[in-house]
């Protein structure tokens, strides 16, 4: 549900909140029109190559849907962190890009919570 939380806020063009809920892992508040902080620009700025070429991304029952969410296997015993990328399904059926986020294990156990990094939002596979 972490990862749902940042995408519905991407979705939504609601940087500020998808930066608070990677730094915090709660909503923030909705953008007022101020200025940007660094995290929420960045954010936006991952987003936009998607947004540019499919325009937005589905979060019905289907594009929330568990088959298109994938770990990377490093399931070793000492891992420090999992990567896991959900694919990003988009109305015409492309469904050729993904967000990428890293979980820190360490931190995700001392904090109580997934905590995640957005790598990347690319074409699967890049």
Do not use: C
């Given at each position: 549900?972490?990862?749902?939380?940042?995408?519905?806020?991407?979705?939504?063009?609601?940087?500020?909140?998808?930066?608070?809920?990677?730094?915090?892992?709660?909503?923030?508040?909705?953008?007022?029109?101020?200025?940007?902080?660094?995290?929420?620009?960045?954010?936006?700025?991952?987003?936009?190559?998607?947004?540019?070429?499919?325009?937005?991304?589905?979060?019905?029952?289907?594009?929330?849907?568990?088959k298109h969410t994938y770990w990377l296997d490093d399931s070793s015993a000492g891992a420090a962190e999992w990567s896991v990328?959900?694919?990003?399904?988009?109305?015409?059926?492309?469904?050729?890009?993904?967000?990428?986020?890293?979980?820190?294990?360490?931190?995700?156990?001392?904090?109580?919570?997934?905590?995640?990094?957005?790598?990347?939002?690319?074409?699967?596979?890049?």
């Amino acid at each position: 549900t972490a990862i749902f939380g940042v995408l519905q806020d991407a979705a939504a063009h609601a940087w500020e909140s998808a930066a608070s809920r990677l730094a915090t892992g709660e909503a923030g508040a909705a953008d007022d029109g101020a200025p940007l902080s660094a995290a929420a620009r960045q954010i936006a700025a991952a987003f936009t190559p998607f947004f540019e070429a499919r325009e937005r991304f589905r979060l019905d029952a289907e594009g929330r849907s568990t088959k298109h969410t994938y770990w990377l296997d490093d399931s070793s015993a000492g891992a420090a962190e999992w990567s896991v990328a959900h694919m990003l399904i988009d109305p015409a059926g492309h469904n050729d890009w993904e967000a990428a986020f890293t979980v820190p294990l360490a931190e995700s156990r001392a904090q109580n919570r997934a905590v995640l990094r957005l790598e990347r939002i690319a074409p699967v596979g890049r």
